[in-house]
């Protein structure tokens, strides 16, 4: 059964660069699946961030590409999310999930809580 | 861009009553439409995949349908468990998008 973990600062100053990691227990983040980031804003919906398959691939959100950077890790087995010049607009909890595209997002994180402040 | 747009809103049933919940996409052909619930304070959970196939554990109260642009959620025999919110959400165009969800309050 594969768990999903995220880890990484609860508070980041503004036009700081956030960054996030997920560990992946239970199975390989090298295996044939796509790992997706997420965020929420408090009360607000989902909004997706991007993608990374096990072997490297990336999409990403339009809105968010320019700020954005997903990776895989193999060695650690897990994969990360940066987002440069972080501001306000961007506290939330950010999520990972695996992604099986047809299947939904079937697992995810607990959730990591970012806050954007001085 | 494609859109999904849930409706309605928020929503107030008795237990044991039947919700039927709607999510539209503004453009044709919506791909890999899947549904969520979210209670406070957790992840969201996958209920519906590819617009109707019930994810491992889901109850057969959930059931998915529908095709082209519109799709619907319906959960019959609603229990106090149910009150939560829920999203859609569509596999196009490379991306994941979101609709705005439903709050079911039971």
């Known amino acids: 059964q594969v768990q999903l973990q995220e880890s990484g600062p609860g508070l980041v100053k503004p036009s700081e660069t956030l960054s996030l990691t997920c560990e992946v227990s239970g199975g390989s983040v090298s295996s044939n699946n796509w790992w997706s980031w997420l965020r929420q804003a408090p009360g607000k919906g989902l909004e997706w961030i991007g993608e990374?398959?096990?072997?490297?691939?990336?999409n990403y959100n339009p809105s968010l590409r320019s700020r954005v950077t997903i990776s895989v890790d193999e060695s650690k087995n897990q994969f990360s999310l940066k987002v440069t010049s972080m501001t306000a607009a961007d506290t939330a909890i950010y999520y990972c999930?695996?992604?099986?595209?047809?299947?939904?997002?079937?697992?995810w994180g607990q959730g990591s809580t970012v806050t954007v402040s001085s | 861009e494609s859109e999904l747009t849930q409706s309605p809103a928020s929503l107030s049933l008795a237990p044991g009553e039947r919700a039927t919940l709607s999510c539209r996409a503004s453009q044709t052909a919506a791909a890999f439409l899947a549904w969520y619930q979210q209670k406070p304070g957790l992840p969201p959970r996958l209920l519906i995949s590819d617009t109707s196939h019930r994810a491992a554990d889901i109850p057969d109260r959930f059931n998915g349908s529908g095709s082209g642009t519109d799709f619907t959620l319906t959960i019959s025999g609603l229990e106090p468990d149910d009150s939560a919110v829920y999203f859609c959400?569509?596999?196009?165009?490379?991306?994941?998008?979101f609709g705005q969800g439903t709050k079911l309050e039971i």
């Open positions: 959400q569509q596999r196009i165009n490379w991306r994941d998008t």
């Open positions: 990374v398959h096990g072997e490297g691939s990336t």
């Open positions: 999930a695996r992604d099986l595209w047809a299947g939904g997002l079937d697992v």
